[in-house]
């Protein structure tokens, strides 16, 4: 059984660009998670998709925005790109979302803006 | 809202010693605990949790955890670890109920001493 995939593996923008970062959740789960994993921050929660509708944001500028499909696959789009925004961006997915549920991660997408 | 502490950022111990890897919450409801390891170039999975019941909690690999509701601690033990063992590990927390988001502590890097 296919696990968690992103892409792309690496992404190289520019300060200002806008990127859009793909995940295609285990197949049966619903529920899709967007972290950023900056050096030394651990992850921070971005945002949360489950059954196509956002269910939980976290503490991000609205430039951080995505969307979930009818197959459950998300994107993540990131506009207006700042220096800061380079990061590992992790996505993860689970069986719904009423709460303990196990994560399953993706590899991620180093995101380098320069 | 909820967080985690990792106050240990590295943790050296040298092979078949015991380690322990400290862990502190602050939430004013019910909480759900987990413990997720980050091995070298591979994405997280899942170690242990906590939903309810038994405080002492064991998980894959040798590992355990012990939730303390008075000392709002979920540390994790192993009696004897490995040279596979070396990893990054998070901590993390969720308030039980639909949708909470679950939020990840900064990791605590585990390297094992041949």
């Known amino acids: 059984e296919a696990g968690v995939t992103q892409s792309p593996t690496h992404l190289i923008k520019t300060r200002g660009q806008q990127a859009t970062l793909r995940c295609s959740p285990i197949?049966?789960?619903?529920?899709v998670y967007w972290y950023q994993q900056a050096l030394g921050l651990g992850l921070q929660f971005l945002l949360w998709?489950?059954?196509?509708?956002?269910?939980n944001r976290g503490n991000f500028p609205p430039r951080f925005s995505g969307r979930q499909f009818p197959n459950y696959s998300s994107e993540l789009n990131v506009n207006a790109l700042e220096l800061e925004d380079s990061a590992l961006y992790l996505c993860?997915?689970?069986?719904?979302?009423?709460?303990?549920?196990?994560?399953?991660f993706g590899s991620g997408t180093q995101l380098s803006v320069l | 809202a909820q967080s985690v502490t990792q106050l240990d950022s590295q943790v050296p111990v040298f092979e078949e010693a015991p380690v322990e890897l400290r862990c502190n919450y602050s939430s004013s409801v019910s909480v759900y605990l987990f413990w997720y390891v980050q091995y070298p170039n591979q994405g997280l999975q899942l170690l242990l949790k906590?939903?309810?019941?038994?405080?002492l909690v064991k998980g894959i690999n040798g590992f355990e955890a012990e939730f303390n509701k008075s000392q709002t601690s979920f540390h994790l033990r192993k009696p004897s670890v490995h040279i596979s063992d070396t990893a990054e590990y998070f901590c993390?927390?969720?308030?039980?109920?639909?949708?909470?988001?679950?939020?990840f502590g900064t990791g605590t890097k585990l390297q094992v001493i041949p």
């Open positions: 993860a997915s689970s069986l719904g979302g009423q709460g303990g549920e196990k994560l399953f």
């Open positions: 998709y489950d059954e196509g509708e956002e269910r």
């Open positions: 993390a927390v969720t308030r039980s109920g639909g949708y909470q988001k679950v939020t």
């Open positions: 906590y939903l309810s019941g038994s405080t």
């Open positions: 197949s049966g789960h619903t529920s």
